[in-house]
């Protein structure tokens, strides 16, 4: 397939008609000689992604043309989409279609990255190989075409998400994300964010590759924002190759990174309550916003859906067992022989890492469904949803920095899954 770039020229974003003329040229082409298609897109944490329309399309596009459609939503680690969320992102696709994805079970391995090769991209931080697996309807040759669909925005764990991501994290197994996800941690979040070439990122690409190489996978990657909740697509990129990532991730950086004058001593994070049910989801406001946050600074996360910690009852379990305490600490508790469930698990271990500020500023979890006593032995500060909305004047709030009553100023994010916030001219800067 030829590649199809196109992008908005100004911010306002594509039109429905330049996205429906490329979709289409995009369904001609994958419907040539084809009988049967899978479509992997984002489930409903990427709510602002595009990827619901552009699925609904490809979808209709296919099946006009005679091909038969199946779509199994990239949950990775996730869990399974409700028929109401489904219904939300994906308009009228029948509910037959869709396909759920078990990291735990419905997964086959593929190969192995070598361990000197890790070693090499990490800098010796990590020197085991990381077997690779991914569902087994990606490798099973029933389908003549995988087309990935999704969102590149800057990623706590691989710097910028989607492509290679969305198949070996998305649809992939547990040992290739709990590894993926502890080389991330070790390497430091603060050297990945918002950075298109990292340790995780060349591990992915190493597995697609080697174990992939000749297989019928197609992206189609979008670059959003989302201004009072609306989606502007800013770019589409469709091709075979990593060239889509990398326009996909150059435009992201110009759309996605807020780079503030100053460190933040005050921000205030939204979770929209349809979105984010558990903190492994919320702590997008912790991963995104520590770059900008001022030391012995206050985040406060708004966060009246919140009502576990992890996606599912294991990661819940060990989330509540070790809570939020840090790099130094989590990996202290991985050395001992008494924590295997940890060893077990090691994408909860760097869930646990990436959610800690490390101590340097206050995290404040505003809470609707889930007791103070639970948050508190998490790790972090509690606070009732209700009484801090209407301490910050939630109502009144826009994006960016506001002041507020008293004569404080507080920096306002409604939706950290659409970006990443900078201070000053650390994006670029090595940490040690």
């Keep these: 397939m030829r590649d199809i770039f196109i992008r908005a020229e100004g911010d306002e974003g594509l039109s429905e008609g330049r996205l429906r003329e490329a979709l289409t040229a995009a369904a001609d082409a994958a419907g040539a000689g084809i009988r049967k298609v899978l479509i992997l897109p984002p489930d409903y944490t990427r709510l602002h992604s595009g990827a619901g329309f552009i699925t609904n399309f490809l979808y209709h596009e296919l099946t006009r043309r005679g091909v038969d459609a199946d779509i199994m939503p990239a949950l990775g680690t996730h869990v399974p989409m409700t028929d109401e969320q489904i219904s939300s992102m994906y308009g009228d696709i029948p509910k037959e279609r869709f396909i759920v994805h078990d990291w735990r079970h419905d997964v086959v391995k593929i190969g192995d990255v070598p361990g000197d090769y890790v070693a090499s991209v990490t800098g010796g931080l990590w020197t085991d190989g990381v077997p690779v697996e991914v569902n087994r309807r990606l490798v099973s040759g029933e389908y003549g075409l995988i087309?990935?669909?999704?969102?590149?925005?800057?990623?706590?764990?691989?710097?910028?998400?989607?492509?290679?991501?969305?198949?070996?994290?998305?649809?992939?197994?547990?040992a290739m994300i709990n590894c993926s996800h502890m080389i991330g941690a070790?390497?430091?979040?603060?050297?990945?964010?918002?950075?298109?070439?990292?340790p995780v990122r060349k591990i992915f690409d190493y597995a697609s590759d080697h174990f992939l190489r000749g297989g019928p996978l197609v992206y189609a990657l979008t670059v959003t924002t989302a201004p009072a909740g609306k989606i502007r697509i800013h770019g589409l990129f469709i091709g075979e190759g990593r060239k889509c990532f990398e326009e996909a991730a150059a435009l992201s950086v110009e759309?996605?990174?807020?780079?503030?004058?100053?460190?933040?001593?005050?921000?205030?994070?939204?979770?929209?309550?349809?979105?984010?049910?558990?903190?492994?989801?919320?702590?997008?406001?912790?991963?995104?916003?520590?770059?900008?946050?001022?030391?012995?600074?206050t985040l406060l996360i708004l966060a009246p859906g919140v009502e576990r910690f992890g996606e599912d009852p294991e990661c819940d379990r060990l989330i509540r067992k070790y809570g939020?305490?840090?790099?130094?600490?989590?990996?202290?508790?991985?050395?001992?022989?008494?924590?295997?469930?940890?060893?077990?698990?090691?994408?909860?271990?760097?869930?646990?890492?990436?959610?800690?500020?490390?101590?340097?500023?206050?995290?404040?979890?505003?809470?609707?469904?889930?007791?103070?006593?639970?948050?508190?032995?998490?790790?972090?500060?509690?606070?009732?949803?209700?009484?801090?909305?209407?301490?910050?004047?939630?109502?009144?709030?826009?994006?960016?920095?506001?002041?507020?009553?008293g004569g404080g100023e507080i920096f306002y994010i409604p939706n950290p899954a659409l970006g990443l916030w900078i201070a000053g001219d650390r994006f670029g800067r090595p940490t040690a």
């Excluded at 087309?147 to 590149?152: H, N, P, R």
């Excluded at 691989?158 to 198949?167: D, E, L, P, R």
């Excluded at 919320?282 to 520590?290: L, M």
């Design 147 to 174: 087309l990935s669909v999704g969102q590149v925005v800057p990623h706590e764990v691989v710097g910028m998400s989607n492509h290679t991501k969305n198949i070996f994290v998305g649809a992939g197994g547990s």
């Design 186 to 198: 070790v390497c430091g979040m603060e050297r990945m964010m918002g950075r298109a070439d990292t």
């Design 255 to 297: 759309k996605n990174v807020d780079f503030v004058p100053r460190s933040l001593d005050f921000c205030a994070v939204m979770l929209d309550p349809s979105e984010f049910r558990s903190t492994w989801l919320g702590n997008k406001a912790v991963y995104r916003t520590r770059m900008a946050m001022a030391d012995g600074g």
């Design 324 to 405: 939020y305490s840090g790099r130094d600490r989590i990996l202290e508790a991985l050395k001992s022989p008494e924590n295997s469930d940890l060893r077990e698990n090691l994408s909860a271990a760097a869930h646990l890492i990436h959610g800690s500020s490390e101590g340097r500023f206050r995290v404040i979890y505003a809470v609707e469904r889930i007791s103070r006593e639970e948050i508190e032995a998490a790790g972090y500060e509690s606070a009732e949803y209700a009484a801090a909305a209407e301490m910050i004047g939630l109502c009144s709030l826009s994006p960016g920095p506001n002041r507020i009553r």
